[in-house]
Each structure stands twice: as C-alpha cells, then as structure tokens.
C-alpha cells in the first residue's frame, strides 16, 4: 500500500514524463519520415505544372544524351560547353515533354503503337530516319529499308545474346542509340498532331491571298528626302515621367524578367611566362634531337606531340601545303622546323615514302557470333569455294553478318589512314599489300573478315610522316604566380568600391553590371563560368567571390545587386522609353514645321529639311529593310498605298521624317493563282504555329527551376 501511495502522490510527475517520453517519439516518427520528404525535397532539380523532376531522372537523361553525342560524333568525352548544351537541351525537352502530354492527353490525343511501328519500319518511315547516314545506301545515295531492317534484326534482345561478349556490348550501345531516336520519333509526331490540330483551325482565305500575292507582285521606285531627329537637340524636348509611366505601362509585358544577380567581375587571363616559353623552345630543341637520332619514331611522337602517330603512307593531296612542299624535296631522315607560330611549335620528320596506289576499293565478308572452331571452318569452307570459283559477293549476302552484306560485302574505297582508323594495322596492311581480288583473312575487334580488293587507283608518291605539334602552356608556377598576384588585389580591395578605383592602376579590367539569370551558363562570354554563377544567387549584396579557374582566365567576382522575377523597374528602362517619347515629339515638330511651309516639289522638302534628294527601287509591302534607310514599316506602308507621282505629306518614321514620290510602280509578270497562294501562306502558318503552339505552352506553364542548386 505505501508503493502505491507513493505512485499516486508522484502521478503528476509520471503523467508529464510519459507525455514527454510520447512526444518525443511521436516527434521523432514525423523527422524519420521527413527525413524522405526533405530528401525528396534536397533532390528536386524541378517542378513543372506540379509535376516534380528530380536529380536521378535528370541526370539519366543527360547521360543517354552524352552516349547520344558520343556515338555521332566518335568521341570518348565531350568538352563541358557541349555538356552544357546538352543540359539545357534536356531541360528543355522534358518541361516540353510534360505540357505538351498534358494538353494532348486533354484532347485524347496519342501516338498509338501501331502508328509508331509504321514510322520506324513499315510503310511511312520517319523522315528523321531517312536522313541517318547508317540507313542510306552507298551505291544509289538514297535511304534504303532494307539496311534499316537488318539494323533492326541485330539489335534484337535474342540476337545479341548469340553474339561474343566483346560484341555484345557495340549492339547493346546500338540498341541504346535506336531507343533513343524512337523516342523522339514518337515526341515529335505528337507534336506534329497538335500543330497540325490548330492549322486546321487558322487558314488562309482569298482575301489573304490577294493580299499576298499583291504585296509581293507590285512593286515602287521612290524619289525622297529625309530630316534625321538626331538634327533636333535633345535638349530641346522635353519629356514628362507621367509620360513615361503611361509608355511603360502600355509596354509592362515586354519587361517581364526572370530572377537575376547583378555582378561585376575581373577576368584574368592565364598565359604563359617568359620562362615557359624559354623552357618550350629547350625542350622542343631536344626532341628535335632526340628524332634525328633515334629510331624510335613512333614513342616519341605519342609521347610529345598533341597529334598521335599514324602508322601509314600519305600522297601529297592528303598534306597541307607546308607539309607537301617539305616532303616533296626532303630525303629521307630529314627534319622540317621546328616553327613557332599562335603559341605552337610544330616539327616534321620525314620517315619513309614509297610508290603506291594512293587508296583501294574493298570488299569483305564479316564472320562474327561463333566460336573459334566454327569461324575457322566456316572461314576454311569459304576460302575452299572461292578458289573454285564461287562469286565473293553472293557468298557475302549469305554469310557475311554486317550491312555490307546487302551490298555484296562492298565496303568502299580506302586510304591507308582511313583502313587504319576504321578497322585496325592488320586490316591496312592486308588490304595495300594484296593483289587485285585476291582474298585475304583479317581479325579484328569486329570479327573475322574475308577481305578482297576490287580496285585501286593509280600508283603515286607517298609519305609516312612523323609530325609533332606542341602547344606552349603555362607551368604551374606561372599559374600560381597569376593567382597570387591576383589574391594579393583583392585581399588589399576588399569592396565594390576599392576594385573599382583601384583596379585599373592595378593592371585589371573591371567588367561592372553585368546580370546573370540562372539558367545562364557563361559569364559574359568565359567558358566554364558557370560556378561563379552559382555562388552569386548562393550570396548576398557586397559578397566578393573565391578566386574561379574558369578555362583558361582567373575570375573573381562581387554582387552588386539583386533581381526580383517579375517585371523590371521603370528606372531600368527610363531611358530607352524617353529616348523613344522625344523621337515621336520630333516627329511631331518637323512634320508641323513642314506642313506649315506648303512646300510642293521633293526638291524645296530637302532644301527644308537640310538634306538632299536620293532614290531606291523594288519597295512592296513586304520588304523588310529598305536599301540606304533601313526598316521603316511605316513608309513601307504609305508607299504602297501611295498614287504614282504624287507628292506625299511628311510621313514620321523610326530613325526621321520622310517625304516620297513614288516615279514608278512595277508589277511582275506572275500569273495570280489563287490555290497556289493559299498553299504558301498555310504553310508559313503551319511551320510559324508549330513552333509558337509548343513555346506558348512552356511559356504560361508553371516551371519551378532549380537547376542552379546542382549545375
């Protein structure tokens, strides 16, 4: 009983401790499961119209892109302006991709899988398709269905898994690139679809043709004078800023803006010292050397030169000029340079040349996707039945597993350095060192080939050149030298305002005002700037940045300002709206001073307006830019419009005041047709509307961006 006295006199305690024990639980359930929300939140590299694109996704978009890049372009990296491209491409791709679902998804509009088969390989292919290279054939020019076919036949899941593993992976990044494609196959007839939904609702009539037809047909030769606003003192107008305002506020759509930093920053650029060049010139003296004197030709190219060595004979047409003069003349061993020249030193060796077809056209047939003994006695049979006379190209369309085989095997003509490239030295050698159709087997990567040569043109000198170029770049002292020098500025000029008075004496330049969005991906025009970019909407007004290696420059930076989204201020734009205001008061003046003097020939208006009488031919309604005025829309017009020999009243322009004469008008000699008309101007409408259709879309949709977080 005392226990239990002793728990009820403590119960107010106990029931705290308790509620505190489940509080802390409940509390610690809540950030437990937060913990995914805030993580999601921590990822979220967009929203667009509600729908939430996060890191992971992104990213994967942007590597199937980069395989996409590579493969087109045969390059192993691509330079980070191209990722940056890329970035934005798919950026842009997937905000399109999500509004446009939505508004046809409304319309119950798709792309059904049967309409997708027939674009890719039944009997509409897309025209996207037909101009891939890989799919057109080398003897009409043309696309041909048939290599598309058997493309498709060897990318097949099954297919693959017959192949070896070391091919495997080639159709693996083959059937990657041809997803790729589809996708945007499929993406672009949806498109096609909306486009095409609102052409039909906005078409020409005959009205708009006449219209046409005679804004494009009549023509006007003109005599004139003009008076420049510039012949009016600015000092002399005045302009209100209730006007102002009004002009601004009839304008404020135009003025919209995105988020924006306002930066100005010092560039330096990294360059190499005296003694890097000093140094440069040394060691390029001794390889020069180091290639007189040692056979080992090939290392020292590969280990010196940017260019690597090519182990094949040129003619003279495949040299640029310097480079054929020298060899031309040269014996063999002898050395050309080395020559300086926009930071680079290149040098020549003239290794061997010889006598030789200058390229030869070849034939193969690949054996692939079977074991070792199979290849050998399929090769064995094979040989067996071309030395009894059996035609090489029918067996290739039988045998032979790539797409020449549709072309009996033919693979085109060859000069060493493109055999070399495109296959391996085996391949090259066999095919310069065999006689005319003789057959010859070669392995590569690809397989095992059955090669025979068919052609080959005439023999002519030809050369195998080492060639070494060099670039002068900084060392790394230079380098730190640039930024202590720099790091000394700032650490001495720590505020806008002792950077800007002290940085010109100091040696730099100090770019001021300059805005950044954040979907800008240089500052100004410096490769690989984007990180200044980032710390500046990561900052406040008045930070000063960590010095950026950005390329080749050193860039330190200092916020001066922020942009709020919305619209800009009418100070930012004041003076372009004044500008504009007292052009249009001038207008007004000189027309009334004109107009007041009842001037009756084109000679007293340009004795009025201090200037003389000049002339142009061929105006219509739809010439953009007038020669010797430039665009005025409104003379374009009155013009037009205007009886011939027949003095017109001022007309105010953008850039002055101009009095006309129209001496001529001219029609052309074609003939009106009413249908043809129609034609042009639906389809400058249809391809104006499917651009502007889509863009209008991403512009009113609700896009949240945070790209500047992660990029």
């Not at 590597?63 to 691509?78: P, R, V």
């Not at 899988?113 to 027939?118: K, P, T, V």
């Not at 060859?414 to 391949?427: I, P, S, Y």
């Not at 070494?468 to 001495?492: A, M, P, R, W």
């Amino acid at each position: 009983m005392a226990t239990l006295e002793k728990i009820r006199s403590k119960a107010g305690l106990l029931v705290l401790v308790v509620g505190v024990a489940l509080f802390a639980f409940i509390i610690g359930d809540f950030l437990n499961s937060g913990s995914t929300y805030f993580r999601q939140s921590q990822e979220k590299i967009a929203e667009i119209e509600g729908e939430v694109i996060n890191i992971q996704d992104y990213q994967a978009r942007v590597n199937e892109m980069t395989e996409m890049y590579k493969m087109q372009s045969g390059s192993t990296s691509l330079p980070e302006e191209y990722m940056t491209q890329v970035r934005q491409s798919v950026f842009d791709a997937m905000v399109q991709d999500i509004v446009l679902n939505d508004v046809t998804s409304k319309l119950g509009m798709t792309v059904s899988s049967e309409e997708l088969f027939d674009m890719v390989q039944g009997e509409n292919i897309s025209p996207l398709i037909q101009q891939m290279q890989m799919f057109v054939n080398p003897q009409t020019g043309m696309f041909d269905k048939s290599v598309l076919l058997n493309f498709l036949k060897q990318i097949d899941s099954d297919n693959i898994a017959s192949y070896p593993a070391d091919q495997q992976a080639q159709l693996v990044q083959a059937r990657n690139f041809w997803l790729f494609w589809e996708k945007n196959i499929k993406r672009q007839r949806l498109e096609q679809k909306y486009a095409t939904l609102l052409n039909k609702a906005i078409t020409a009539n005959a009205l708009d043709a006449k219209d046409a037809y005679d804004a494009n047909v009549i023509n006007s030769d003109i005599v004139y004078a003009m008076q420049s606003y510039s012949t009016i003192p600015d000092s002399t107008i005045e302009v209100s800023e209730s006007e102002i305002r009004d002009l601004y506020n009839q304008r404020k759509e135009r003025y919209k803006q995105k988020e924006s930093v306002v930066v100005d920053y010092i560039a330096v650029d990294i360059r190499p010292s005296k003694e890097d060049y000093d140094n440069a010139q040394a060691d390029i003296e001794s390889v020069k050397e180091e290639l007189a004197s040692s056979d080992r030709v090939a290392d020292i190219v590969n280990e010196y030169s940017e260019v690597p060595y090519v182990d094949a004979f040129f003619s003279g047409r495949h040299l640029d000029p310097e480079m054929k003069k020298f060899v031309e003349t040269a014996n063999i061993g002898d050395i050309y340079g080395p020559v300086f020249e926009n930071d680079k030193y290149t040098m020549y060796k003239l290794v061997d040349k010889t006598v030789a077809p200058d390229s030869v056209k070849v034939s193969h047939i690949m054996i692939a996707g079977k074991s070792e003994a199979e290849t050998k006695a399929l090769v064995d049979s094979l040989m067996g039945a071309l030395k009894g006379g059996a035609d090489f190209a029918e067996l290739a369309k039988k045998h032979s597993v790539d797409q020449a085989a549709e072309n009996g095997g033919e693979l085109g003509w060859f000069t060493e350095a493109t055999a070399l490239r495109g296959v391996n030295d085996d391949f090259k050698n066999a095919v310069f060192s065999s006689a005319l159709n003789e057959v010859s087997v070669v392995k590569s990567m690809y397989g095992t080939h059955l090669v025979k040569v068919t052609e080959k043109t005439s023999n002519v000198d030809k050369y195998k050149i080492a060639d070494i170029e060099k670039t002068v770049t900084y060392s790394s002292k230079t380098n730190g030298n640039i930024y202590n020098e720099l790091n000394q500025f700032i650490s001495e000029n720590n505020s806008k305002d002792k950077m800007e008075a002290n940085a010109k004496e100091a040696g730099y330049n100090l770019i001021t005002g300059a805005v950044v969005t954040k979907d800008n991906q240089m500052l100004g025009s410096i490769k690989d700037s984007r990180p200044v970019i980032r710390w500046a909407f990561q900052n406040g007004k008045g930070s000063i940045s960590e010095i950026f290696e950005c390329d080749d420059k050193f860039v330190v930076a200092v916020v001066t300002g922020k942009i709020k989204e919305g619209y800009r201020p009418v100070d930012m734009v004041s003076s372009s709206l004044r500008s504009e205001l007292a052009a249009k008061k001038k207008g007004d003046k000189i027309v009334e001073e004109l107009s007041a003097k009842n001037l009756t020939s084109i000679d007293a208006y340009a004795q009025a307006m201090g200037s003389s009488v000049d002339s142009v031919k061929f105006i219509n309604f739809n010439t953009r830019r007038i020669a010797g005025i430039g665009i005025e829309p409104t003379l374009n017009a009155m013009i037009s419009m205007a009886g011939v020999n027949q003095l017109s009243a001022p007309v105010k322009g953008n850039n002055g005041v101009y009095v006309f004469d129209v001496y001529a008008r001219n029609e052309d000699k074609k003939e009106y047709d009413e249908a043809e008309e129609i034609r042009t101007l639906n389809s400058a409408n249809a391809y104006r509307i499917g651009f502007q259709a889509i863009q209008s879309l991403v512009n009113k949709a609700d896009v949240v961006d945070n790209r500047i977080r992660f990029y």
